[in-house]
């Protein structure tokens, strides 16, 4: 039988696996976009179907600039994937959220530099696909009604989060900058993952794990390396908490992004170029 999985769970730093993943079989499948950062697990999860993928590799060797997006997000299509929630460790730009607490974000600022490609619309395909809420609200429900499962950690909603281009971590003067545009927290892989998915009719909603606050705080010592990893292992064990109460509330309904991308086609059938839409066919077959 063939793998497959309606929902898709992409772990971020600290979280390259699920213990007690009761696994199908693994796959690393070539795309269009060619392959994803590593094998794809496909397997039962707190009596779920789900697909893991690691974004950074297992070992974490892939820097944000250079994870394979487009290949990531086509690999969870071709398995049948409708729905992801994806982890991600993010630096604190508010008080309020101290490490080791876990945020919900309803929006992104994007402060890449556009290094990393970021469509599958392109090479004679136009499509304008609508982002101005760029999370899933029922995943982001599903997963709020469980935060009484976060060991000392409070689970904030709403909030606004910034996603930089790195490796480098910001400056001081860059931390306070984001704060004024409104931001909560900041990471460096929320784009183009979000709105990757939003351009292959996915539901995705980030769960972002504060690990410092970043270095807007001047009583604070700027932010290292050596300070995050001591919190990505207390936030990996609330994640893997996490994702276990919430599966059984998702998956469930219909996606309702399924169609969207059909009706947003612009450019002509005559136009189109033949090698794009061959390449499409393979994440949304019949839309071109």
């Known amino acids: 039988m063939a793998l497959e999985a309606k929902i898709g769970v992409i772990g971020g730093s600290g ?3 699920l213990d007690g993943l009761r696994v199908e079989g693994q796959i690393q499948p070539q795309t269009p976009w060619g392959l994803p950062s590593d094998e794809i697990i496909v397997g039962e999860y707190a009596g779920k179907k789900v697909a893991f993928l690691p974004r950074h590799g297992r070992g974490h060797f892939l820097p944000p600039h250079q994870v394979p997006f487009r290949a990531n997000m086509a690999a969870l299509k071709m398995l049948g994937v409708e729905e992801i929630v994806a982890f991600s460790a993010v630096g604190s730009l508010r008080e309020e959220i101290p490490p080791r607490d876990f ?3 309803s929006q992104i600022i994007d402060r890449t530099r556009g290094v990393r490609p970021f469509t599958y619309f392109e090479d004679g395909i136009v499509v304008h696909a609508t982002f101005g809420d760029p999370f899933a609200h029922h995943l982001a429900e599903a997963i709020y009604a469980q935060r009484s499962v976060l060991e000392g950690a409070t689970l904030h909603r709403d909030r606004t989060l910034v996603c930089m281009e790195g490796p480098v971590f910001s400056t001081r003067a860059e931390s306070n900058m984001y704060r004024s545009l409104g931001g909560d927290v900041i990471n460096m892989s929320a784009l183009p993952e979000a ?4 351009e292959l009719e996915i539901s995705y909603q980030m769960v972002c794990m504060s690990t410092d606050y970043d270095s807007w705080k001047v009583e604070e010592e700027a932010v290292t390396a050596e300070f995050i990893i001591g919190n ?10 996490l994702l276990k109460a919430i599966l059984p509330a998702i998956g469930e309904k219909p996606n309702p992004l399924k169609g969207s991308i059909r009706n947003s086609v612009i450019t002509a059938p005559e136009k189109r170029n033949p090698e794009t839409v061959a390449k499409l066919n393979k994440v949304l077959p019949g839309y071109f």
């Open 103 to 105: 945020v919900l974000p």
């Open 15 to 17: 979280l390259y696996d």
């Open 232 to 241: 990505l292992h207390a936030n990996a064990d609330n994640a893997r908490r």
């Open 195 to 198: 709105k990757l998915a939003r």
